[in-house]
């Protein structure tokens, strides 16, 4: 049988924070439904094992582990236990995100912290977590979920989260050269996505920005799903190194 009719996501172990909805559920239910054993991860635990009961009543397997991303001993537990139940980590789908808009001279310093603790910090403790693991098994997918706003900054309210996303294209592209044999990294950069990511901005003329500009343009999350299915379906010498998607209607 050639690889490219064989079914290569079945059997592998696949962790993906920011399980519990949007993108991340998505990916989760895709890649189940194509013999993946899935580790889900977010802090709403409830949404998880929902998750969780609907893939095994499918006939898949997947576990739960509650994962504060921006907490680095969460995300050694949670490699720790994907070893445990599955024996090994294929892939990691660091998904987990926040978009709190707002203008720079607002000064919401707070949602920067946050921003930059989830969104670049999560995604290099993803990173710290699963690397020894991929490197003793010799082979190992880290799917890194930018967003075109690490492709242009996002002004007038969207700069510190471009510049996450900038930093984790940044992140992908220098761990892919430094990752050596085996180790594949792809990048998935995607424009506007219905999920309750748009909902996030507590300055209330930014918020109205964002609802306009996803009104007239959000996919459907499993756009971007079916994206991360094709990297991660490739034949292992195969790395799917960057992916951009947007609605076609939307031009940012
Ligand atoms: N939707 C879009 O238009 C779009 C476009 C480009 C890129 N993206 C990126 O896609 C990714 C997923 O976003 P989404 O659109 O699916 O948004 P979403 O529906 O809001 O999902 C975000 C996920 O991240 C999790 N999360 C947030 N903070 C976390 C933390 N501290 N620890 C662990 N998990 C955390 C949330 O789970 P809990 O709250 O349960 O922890 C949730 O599962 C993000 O990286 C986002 O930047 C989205």
Same mark, same amino acid.
């Given at each position: ?12 172990? *696949? ?8 993108? $991340? ?6 890649? @189940? ?13 409830? +949404? ?17 582990? !509650?994962?504060?991303?921006? +907490? ?6 949670? @490699?720790?236990? *994907? ?12 998904? @987990?995100?926040?978009? &709190? ?6 000064? +919401?310093?707070?949602?920067?912290? +946050? ?13 710290? *977590? ?6 003793? =098994? $010799? ?16 002004? &007038? ?9 900038? !930093? ?10 430094? @990752? ?6 792809? #990048? ?23 609802? *306009? ?6 996919? &459907? ?6 994206? #991360? ?20 209607? =939307?031009?940012?």
């Amino acid at each position: 049988m050639t690889a490219s009719i064989q079914n290569l996501i079945a059997g592998k172990v *696949a962790i993906i924070t920011g399980a519990s909805s949007g993108l $991340g559920e998505s990916a989760a239910r895709h890649l @189940a439904a194509r013999g993946a054993r899935v580790v889900l991860a977010a802090r709403r635990a409830d +949404r998880l094992h929902q998750l969780v009961a609907e893939i095994r009543e499918a006939g898949g397997e997947a576990i739960a582990v !509650a994962t504060d991303v921006s +907490r680095r001993e969460d995300l050694e537990r949670l @490699a720790a236990a *994907a070893v445990e139940a599955f024996g090994r980590i294929d892939v990691l789908v660091n998904n @987990a995100g926040v978009m &709190p808009l707002s203008p720079i001279d607002k000064l +919401r310093v707070d949602e920067w912290d +946050r921003t930059i603790d989830v969104n670049i910090k999560g995604v290099l403790y993803g990173i710290a *977590a699963v690397l020894p693991q991929m490197k003793a =098994q $010799g082979s190992g997918h880290i799917v890194n979920i930018a967003s075109v706003a690490g492709l242009k900054v996002f002004t &007038p309210i969207g700069t510190v989260y471009s510049a996450t996303k900038f !930093a984790v294209r940044a992140i992908s592209e220098g761990l892919r050269a430094e @990752a050596g044999d085996g180790i594949r990294v792809t #990048i998935v950069s995607p424009g506007a996505v219905e999920s309750e990511l748009q909902f996030g901005s507590s300055d209330p003329e930014s918020a109205a920005g964002v609802k *306009a500009f996803y009104d007239a343009n959000q996919i &459907p999350a499993d756009s971007v799903a079916r994206a #991360i299915v094709y990297a991660v379906e490739q034949p292992a010498n195969v790395d799917i190194n960057e992916i951009v998607l947007r609605p076609v209607s =939307q031009e940012f």
